[in-house]
């Protein structure tokens, strides 16, 4: 269930939308998602953040800049 939510948060925020196919033989219902430009920014801002925690991490823990 813990999945779903994030997914349904990131649909909500439009960071994601998804498509619903009926598959035949089974009767079932496939769900798909695919990122919008919005969730490609917010991608793309995560790994920014992440980035600078990162390097601010090995500068304590080394005490020098590690992208260098």
Not at 30 to 43: E, P
Request: with cysteine; net charge neutral.
């Amino acid at each position: 269930p813990l999945l779903y939510n994030i997914l349904n948060r990131l649909e909500e925020d439009n960071y994601i939308m998804q498509s619903r196919r009926e598959v035949s033989k089974t009767n079932r219902v496939r769900v798909y998602y695919k990122i919008t430009s919005n969730g490609l920014q917010y991608l793309l801002d995560l790994k920014h953040c992440y980035m600078q925690l990162s390097e601010s991490v090995n500068n304590i823990l080394f005490g020098e800049d590690s992208t260098t």
